[in-house]
């Protein structure tokens, strides 16, 4: 680990003011992890992690969740329970409890890839040094996505927990030194295109201070389902956020977002409206999956994953729509 500077900011202004240059410490899961490696050096570390951020609430027809709420806080928080299933299934599905325990709502939004060789200073990475090349692309590419990609970098989003906030249609609340700003999810992480070492639409100092997840008949029938190597501590193959709500039989509304398989978490807004008004069978499902995906590009390693994902989505809408216990 290399020498740097650490701060700790006493309040939200404090932490704006001196956060331009700086990396912001909260649970330390992942920041921490990369610096031992090597692979994020920065000059100035901030911790935040004592900041008055930590509130669980449903206010306003919404949960309105604290940056810095602990996964497990939030996955065994009764009310995300009643109302948003599918985000808690999601973070329980993640990482291990003591993982968990200290991991915060904000950190796991700007959870770095975990591609192997990102992690690896003997190979190229674009997104570790930019314009380095790509090691992924001819390399070893079980763990990769197939969605989103770019002959610049394969790497997969890493977090359940953001899948399922973008299924639930979820912002995030953010505090710079222009001010205030909501930031709808699928919009918080960027496409590697032609420049992977961009992965998150912040501004320079800009803090995560909440988000925001409005509760409606969608989100208390969400679910999620997480396919992976091993029952826990591993990342998802394929896994799938869906919401469905069904009324005489068939679809009024449907939203589902798939994860493991995205360069950022997916969902394809034409797969979610063929659904609608159409029976609530495994036929109307499996034509929303094959839809989503369409645009799918898997290379040696991966390939299985596009069968894979379809019917982990599947899998996901039939639960939410109460067709599977
Ligand atoms: Fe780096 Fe992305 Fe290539 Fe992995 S896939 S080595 S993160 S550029």
Known sequence: MRLFTFQRAAS????IASGAGAAFLAGGTN???LMKIEVLNPERVLDVSRLD??????????????????NTAVAEHGDVR????????ALLSGASPQLRNAAT?????????????????????????????CDALDGWTRMHAILGVSDK?????PSDMCVALYALDATVRVRGPAGEREIPIGE???????????????QPAELITGVRVPIDALAARSRYVKVRDR??????????????QVEGGAVQAARFALGGVGTKPWRVPEAERSMQGRPATRETFARAAEIALRGATPRRDNAFKVELAKRTAVRGLMLSAGALS
């Open 188 to 202: 918080l992480h960027l496409l590697p295109g032609d420049h992977p070492e961009r992965e998150f639409s912040l």
């Open 53 to 70: 951020l930590a509130k669980i609430e449903l206010r306003e027809g919404a949960l309105q969740i604290g940056a810095l709420a602990s």
């Open 231 to 244: 029952q826990s501590y591993a990342f998802a193959l394929a896994s799938c956020a869906a919401a469905v």
């Open 153 to 157: 970098c394969i790497a997969a989003h």
């Open 82 to 89: 009643r109302a948003a299933p599918g985000l808690s299934e």
């Open 105 to 133: 709502v904000g950190g796991n939004l700007l959870q770095r890839t975990r591609c192997a060789y990102y992690r690896d200073l003997g190979t190229r990475c674009n997104k570790r040094e930019a314009g380095s090349g």
């Open 31 to 33: 920041l921490v992890d």
């Open 12 to 15: 939200v202004d404090e932490a």
